[in-house]
């Protein structure tokens, strides 16, 4: 099968003309040859070529003219020089020019064979990378992510990575609201799939019945109302990514056969009998600590460590202080935009007080919570200036049951600063002997202790250990 590249061969000897056409022709889908060097300057843009093999010395023409004409012109294309003279000089002054390389006549076919195929690898690799450096900007600061702190800038960083490795899996963790689709639709973005389709799937709300021929499709007859073959997420995420959002939901049976896909790059639809491979990049995230469902046996250690190649953390809301007064107004600026739509105020603003109440908020459910906050502040406000009373009755984290910030607890009968220091004590202990993976050192540089003995009593303390 001839490879899909143009090919544009400029030289003023017909014989020789003639035999590169005869050679390259087999090889590649167009390959067309002039004599006379303004006709072929003049049909360039028609053809488009991907490659130009031109004679330095073409009768009233100069090639090397001609070559720095096509440079200034903006032809980045390999373009390969052609001379009956050996000269070591007018080499280098070719390929300062612009020059790919250099050949000599009478030409050695099998050598133009080798350096043409060679050009056209090597521009289509660096066609390749630029366009992958493109996309790996877009992945710097999507327009969806806000947020400029150490933990969102340590996650977009690391995206940026993973992206650029396109069968990578990746494992995207962080809590409920804290924008793990958006981190994952920018990875895809960043990729070369970005081409492709991005499937969201949400693992936990396919009833466990249902699961396997959601995930793989299934085939007509396979069970009752299978009356055609239907393809599964897997199927329509090919060349693309597939997103498994909620992975720590999956039954035992699903990550069975999960882990199989993820080896094989195969799938077996519900009802088939043979494996049908699948070109699709696994992105998966969980609000689950999958370390601690691994060591409690609830979700399977292969399957992790086949997950967690590149694993990427997204902080929660309460530890990206700096970042909370770009976020308000970010969803102030879009609330205020939707609210507009329907007639209402075009620039609702949040008073001072108002603002330091949302500062100080823990934000368990995160960006979604907040978000959802300022648009009922925005809707529910008489005024053009939103007060702290409309704030309050927006906030819901009491509603759900939420423990209030530390810093609004009542001073009443039942409060104490001991137990209160305690709490915060044993959460941060505990959390960092987690990421830490049980290393007493490592925690212990995380809790800002010098020695990890001292960690050792404190952890004795509050009944960590």
Known sequence: MKKNYSIVVIEDDPLVNQTVKAILSSKYKV????????????????INPDLILLDIFLGYYNGLEILEQLRKEGWSIPIIIMTAYSDVKLAVKAMEAGAETFLVKPLDLSHLEITVERCLHNST?????????????????????????????????????????????????????TGKELLARAIHQGSLRAEGPFIPVNCGAIPAELLESQLFGYQKGAFTNALKDTPGFFQAADKGTLFLDELGELTSNAQVKLLRVLEERAIVPVGCTKEQPVDVRIIAATNRTLLEEVVSGRFRSDLFYRLA????????????????????????????????????????????NAKNIMGRCPWFGNVRELNNTIMRAVLWSPAEIIDEETVRSALLSSAVGQPASILERALDNGFSLKSLMGEVAAHYLGRAMREAGGVKTNAAKMLGFDKYQTLSNWLKRYGQE
Do not use: Y
């Open 31 to 46: 390959v067309e040859c002039f004599t006379n060097p303004k006709e072929a300057l003049d049909k360039l843009h028609l």
């Open 125 to 177: 690799m660096r066609k390749q990378v630029a366009n992958l450096e493109e996309k790996l900007l877009k992945i710097e600061q999507p327009s969806e992510i806000i947020g400029s702190s150490d933990g969102m800038n340590k996650a977009l960083n690391m995206a940026r990575i993973v992206s650029s490795a396109e069968d990578t899996t990746v494992l995207i963790t962080g809590e409920s609201g």
């Open 309 to 352: 190649v590149g694993i990427l953390r997204i902080p929660p809301l309460r530890e990206r202080g700096e970042d909370i007064d770009l976020l308000i107004d970010n969803a102030l600026a879009k609330a205020n935009e939707e609210l507009s739509k329907h007639g209402g105020p075009a620039h609702k603003i949040f008073s001072d």
